[in-house]
């Protein structure tokens, strides 16, 4: 288990459509407000348009709205940071802001009401210390609660252990006990087991389950599961040779 004394809270970095009119409700600012947020607001290009064109007609229309959103996590009482960027690949900017800024996570939104019940979907190997620092760091000053779901799909990824792991580590930074649920499942669709169980829920995290570049992650499990979840998801990104234990 790695050192539980930090003084600096986990970054999010939220991208955010910010030419579309995209938007994060104040419940969600809210939730993320005890995290470093960072708000990318990002212009997908068709492939013909200069990025440097696009940012002559639009940087100050794109700032505004950004600062606009970041506002929301500064009423809530959190830090936040914007950047802006045109660009003709979005996971490819996602994934290098993202180390730029040393992202613990990166939201995925969706429409959420008050922040109460947080499912934590645990399947494969993931870096469960950076996953339960974020959690805790969430929930820590509120009321939520956590269920912790270890999902396996028959495989040789022991679900139990895996559980039992972040359940130990939330509590090893400071979350009672009595907040924390937890459940396993066997399942032959374990992302479709997770978007189930979603709706259940007011906000979702879950983590990297290999160690492979954020680009490959963004279309992979991830994104499947915030394409079909109700609540939002967070994606834990794993730290830098950070070797996993959890099974």
Not at 35 to 58: I, K
Not at 113 to 127: F, K, P, Q
Not at 171 to 195: F, K, L, M, Q
Not at 203 to 214: F, P
């Amino acid at each position: 288990m790695t050192d539980l004394a930090s003084d600096d809270p986990p970054t999010v970095l939220v991208p955010v459509r910010v030419l579309e009119g995209q938007a994060l409700p104040e419940t969600l600012a809210a939730f993320l407000a005890p995290a470093d947020v960072v708000v990318l607001g990002y212009h997908v290009l068709p492939e013909q348009t200069p990025a440097e064109q696009a940012s002559m007609q639009f940087e100050d229309r794109a700032r505004s709205a950004v600062e606009d959103i970041a506002d929301a996590f500064r009423d809530a009482g959190g830090e936040a940071e914007t950047r802006v960027a045109f660009t003709h690949d979005r996971d490819q900017t996602v994934e290098r802001v993202a180390a730029e800024v040393g992202a613990a996570a990166i939201l995925l939104p969706n429409p959420v009401g008050d922040v109460e019940d947080v499912l934590v979907a645990v399947r494969g190997a993931i870096d469960t210390d950076r996953l339960a620092d974020l959690v805790a760091t969430l929930v820590a000053e509120g009321t939520q609660r956590v269920t912790v779901l270890g999902v396996t799909a028959g495989t040789d990824f022991d679900a139990d252990a895996a559980v039992t792991d972040v359940r130990d580590r939330l509590r090893a930074h400071g979350v009672a006990a009595a907040r924390i649920d937890t459940e396993t499942a066997v399942s032959e669709r374990p992302v479709a087991d997770v978007v189930a169980r979603s709706a259940e829920f007011d906000a979702v995290v879950t983590g990297e389950s290999e160690e492979t570049l954020w680009s490959i992650l963004f279309g992979d499990e991830p994104e499947r599961v915030a394409e079909g979840a109700v609540a939002p998801v967070l994606v834990v990104r794993r730290g830098p040779a950070t070797e996993s234990t959890s099974g």
